[in-house]
């Protein structure tokens, strides 16, 4: 049982890193870059270094999203077609995998002192997202490919990355207390 209360509690933190990186420019003239956290009508939450800061919407004058980053080159992609393999990583950009390898990387390398330029030559994001072309392109078909990417760059697409990890969050929590309920105490000794 706590094996399957640890899996979920790393379930949720794998898909709790779900973000999005942006420039806040805020009203006072000041422009914040970092990784999205979460995002409401009312504030955003940003990842600027270590710490993440609160903005809340009356401070901000705008909000510049990332947008599709340049393209990958996609040779050597095999068995795959070119308009295909393109889909699927306009989707792993619309669904917030590339946002969410980066943040992870940079996670890696702040943990490596001193390897920084090592590591940032073994850990492209492009190269990874280009690894699992191969995946998507077994399990959706070009229009299923469209119609999530369609999904993700929809507002409700975008409000669903966006409350995601708070939903998970919470879910798991829930079933944390309700297994935790079930669990019978162990036996005195």
Do not use: W
């Not at 898909?15 to 870059?33: D, R, W």
């Not at 393999?85 to 950009?93: D, N, R, S």
């Amino acid at each position: 049982m706590k094996k399957i209360i640890f899996l979920a509690v790393i379930f949720c933190f794998l898909m709790s890193t779900l973000s999005y990186a942006a420039k806040i420019h805020l009203k006072g003239g000041n422009v914040v870059e970092g990784q999205i956290l979460s995002k409401t009508s009312y504030y955003v939450v940003v990842q600027v270094g270590p710490i993440p800061q609160k903005y809340y919407m009356a401070q901000i004058d705008r909000i510049e999203e990332d947008q599709v980053s340049a393209p990958v080159d996609l040779s050597g992609v095999e068995n795959v077609s070119l308009k295909k393999a393109q889909l699927i990583m306009t989707l792993l950009e619309a669904n917030g995998v590339r946002a969410n390898l980066e943040k992870n990387i940079e996670k890696i390398i702040k943990k490596m002192p001193g390897r920084e330029k090592e590591l940032r030559g073994l850990f492209n994001a492009k190269d990874i997202m280009k690894s699992y072309i191969p995946v998507y392109d077994k399990y959706y078909s070009e229009e299923d490919l469209q119609k999530m990417i369609d999904f993700f760059q929809s507002p409700t697409g975008k409000h669903m990355l966006e409350v995601l990890p708070f939903i998970l969050d919470d879910t798991v929590k829930i079933s944390v207390d309700y297994f935790q309920k079930k669990i019978p105490p162990p036996p005195k000794k």
